[in-house]
């Protein structure tokens, strides 16, 4: 990576003057680093970089009562495999570019560039709050795994493969049940009937056991004020605006993972996974390679996501 303070060299002069001005005065873009989509899923650990577990369930065992013992009853056992990713984080960077400008406040007398305050700043402010919003953004759900081109860093939607494609290719394999939607309402209360009559479609035998209906956050709130528009009428007033009616159990999210899709989906308490191996937040700080006085960050361990059952998820057909 590279420290850009060309425009501001242009505006205060590419020299340092001590003065008043300190981190206060050096606001950071906001990042989303609420892991979203990871609060609704099960977060395991494991030291395998593929996890391989198992589904269990029996046949049917109840049968009308005779004097002679007559065994039923088949317990069927299938694998499930986990796919786990490996990822990182290289950020290169040459703090002396600051060292002559107006945030000269971040370099130091010290010639140990990796002890300048510079790099505890990138680090705290913006490397871990730009990984968590690049995985939120753009790996658990959105992500379509690449292999690498040796040499070139490849983009965070290709450094794993996240639930939209997951979910795709279940549908595509007939493994996810998939209930149709039909084409959004673009009005409110309508998309709410959309919404009760999808799932009102679902399994009955999965309907109460459900938590969340996870959406786009514009579909999420569409709902929201669909349903304030539907049942706040005449002396009848609700005030949790995510509850599905006939539902109470499960509640619409809105998903920054899922922003820009028209994907619906729910799956059983515990069955949709997000795992790592080595998860850390934790950062090698070294000299450069590369550079003279250049400092180097890296990190690295592995992510996946998946379901345990397919056959607990389901899944509007919209992409």
């Avoid at 590419?14 to 977060?43: C, F, H, I, W």
């Avoid at 009562?65 to 990822?87: A, C, H, M, R, S």
């Avoid at 450069?288 to 509007?316: C, M, P, Q």
Wanted: proline residues 4%; aromatic residues 10%; charged residues 25%.
């Amino acid at each position: 990576m590279s420290i850009s303070v060309a425009s501001l060299n242009a505006e205060y002069g590419a020299l340092y003057r001590p003065g008043t001005q300190s981190l206060k005065d050096l606001r950071k873009k906001m990042y989303r680093t609420e892991q979203a989509t990871a609060n609704t899923l099960t977060v395991l650990e494991t030291d395998s970089t593929v996890y391989e577990g198992a589904n269990s369930e029996l046949g049917e065992v109840l049968q009308s009562y005779q004097d002679v013992f007559t065994p039923k009853g088949d317990l069927e056992i299938t694998p499930n495999k986990f796919i786990l990713y490996k990822q990182k984080i290289d950020v290169s960077l040459n703090p002396d570019v600051i060292e002559a400008s107006w945030a000269g406040f971040l370099a130091a007398k010290d010639l140990d560039r990796k002890q300048w305050p510079v790099v505890k700043w990138l680090l705290e402010n913006h490397i871990l709050a730009k990984k968590n919003e690049d995985f939120e953004e753009k790996a658990i759900y959105k992500g379509v795994y690449t292999v690498p081109t040796s040499g070139t860093p490849n983009a965070a939607n290709q450094s794993m493969n996240g639930f939209g494609k997951i979910i795709a290719d279940g549908i595509t394999g007939s493994l996810i049940v998939t209930v149709p939607s039909g084409a959004w309402s673009t009005d409110p209360k309508t998309f709410v009937e959309q919404i009760e009559a999808w799932y009102a479609a679902l399994p009955a035998k999965f309907r109460k056991a459900l938590k969340w209906l996870r959406m786009s956050e514009d579909l999420e709130l569409r709902y929201q004020m669909g349903r304030r528009e539907k049942y706040n009428m005449h002396y009848a007033q609700i005030t949790d605006l995510a509850k599905i009616q006939d539902f109470p159990n499960c509640s619409v999210i809105g998903l920054p993972s899922m922003n820009g899709s028209q994907r619906i989906w729910t799956s059983t308490e515990g069955n949709a996974v997000l795992l790592y191996k080595r998860k850390t937040d934790g950062f090698i700080i070294k000299d450069s390679t590369t550079l003279r006085d250049g400092v180097d960050i890296k990190s690295d361990w592995w992510a996946g996501v998946g379901f345990h059952d397919y056959e607990e998820t389901f899944a509007n057909e919209l992409p």
